[in-house]
């Protein structure tokens, strides 16, 4: 995860420019033979937002609202119970992080909490060491057995399935790079997602806006600060909005997720609410000989009086390669740039990036 540079949106400014994003429907995807490169070169490309959406996915649909209404009823369980939730050693990587992750302003994000597990391996290692080196993916799950049992479950068969649908997409990203790129390893993407053990599943919470219309904050990333995700690919749940216990509409039409291209151009990112998104990520970049582009994005925040006591839940699966792979171009060269100076696998890549942006509590 990366801080970008800060962008401001003002309660005068008009509304924002909206981009839907680059729809593959599941069957297409299901069929391994299907030449998909205008999509991909348009959702993932290097003049493209970096998202594209799989829509008509079997089963989805009530499996998403089945996890997200969990995400209100685990952010208002008691504090102490929240507390033995928490894993300070894995930076917070794992069980219940609020107030951990870091502002660009280096103040406590007390904006969201968010629930972070493992859904296909609950001891991804057992080596003494390899915990030691990276305990933000080495460390096992912490599920609220009592508190709130129906959890683990829900978590578990969402993420298991967006990690399934993640694996098709993966499937035609690698044929696209290989017909460009020769030296790519065939079939390296899906391959290095297939054995991973650091597969990472974050269920958000963005507790209520507390402020009137006129007291709207002018910083765009006012939920969830400007970043790019390291890892492969993201997967992503539309939000759910919730007024107490019960399902509500977007009451703004400004918040929402936004991202900047690599123009600098910033426009409000729509897919259908029964879509999986997926976002491409610094790794994949890396991977792809840049073929691919990870972008900066970020949540603004529901605001104004019509949002006063809305919480926003959404699910992120972070699919990502195994701790000690190679981050290298499809030529053979090893990285060696701003973005990882002297950081040769995804393990010291990782380790490197929550180091920029968790507090030392």
């Not at 806006?209 to 690919?233: I, K």
């Not at 509500?248 to 999986?276: M, W």
Request: net charge negative; hydrophobic share 35%.
């Amino acid at each position: 995860m990366e801080f970008a540079s800060e962008l401001q949106l003002s309660s005068t400014d008009p509304k924002p420019t909206v981009a839907h994003v680059v729809t593959i429907r599941y069957s297409d995807l299901l069929n391994k033979d299907m030449d998909l490169t205008e999509k991909l070169e348009a959702g993932f490309g290097p003049d493209s937002l970096g998202i594209i959406a799989i829509a008509e996915v079997p089963k989805y649909k009530e499996l998403r609202y089945r996890l997200l209404l969990l995400a209100s009823q685990l952010a208002v369980l008691p504090e102490e119970s929240k507390k033995l939730l928490e894993d300070p050693p894995s930076k917070y990587s794992f069980g219940w992080s609020h107030g951990k992750e870091m502002l660009k302003s280096g103040q406590p994000d007390v904006f969201k909490g968010s629930f972070y597990a493992n859904p296909v391996l609950d001891v991804p290692t057992t080596e003494k060491k390899l915990i030691e080196r990276y305990p933000s993916y080495c460390r096992p799950n912490i599920w609220p057995q009592e508190q709130l049992p129906e959890l683990e479950p829900a978590f578990k068969v969402l993420g298991q399935l967006i990690l399934e649908v993640g694996m098709l997409l993966a499937h035609h990203c690698d044929k696209y790079v290989y017909s460009r790129k020769p030296m790519y390893e065939k079939g390296k993407l899906e391959r290095m997602l297939r054995d991973s053990k650091c597969h990472k599943g974050r269920l958000l919470h963005y507790f209520p806006a507390s402020c009137s219309a006129e007291d709207r904050t002018t910083d765009m990333a006012s939920w969830c600060g400007w970043h790019v995700d390291h890892g492969s690919l993201t997967g992503l749940t539309c939000a759910l909005y919730m007024k107490g216990a019960n399902e509500t509409h977007n009451p703004d039409p400004q918040s929402g997720l936004y991202i900047r291209d690599r123009s600098g151009t910033v426009v409000k990112a729509v897919f259908g609410e029964c879509n999986i998104a997926y976002q491409i990520g610094e790794a994949t970049e890396i991977h792809s000989g840049q073929l691919f582009h990870a972008t900066p994005h970020c949540v603004q925040a529901a605001q104004g009086e019509a949002a006063l006591g809305i919480h926003r839940n959404t699910f992120a699966l972070f699919m990502q390669p195994q701790w000690d792979e190679p981050l290298n171009s499809p030529e053979g060269q090893e990285v060696s740039s701003a973005k990882c100076i002297d950081i040769l696998n995804f393990g010291d890549f990782t380790e490197q990036r929550l180091a920029m942006y968790y507090s030392k509590k």
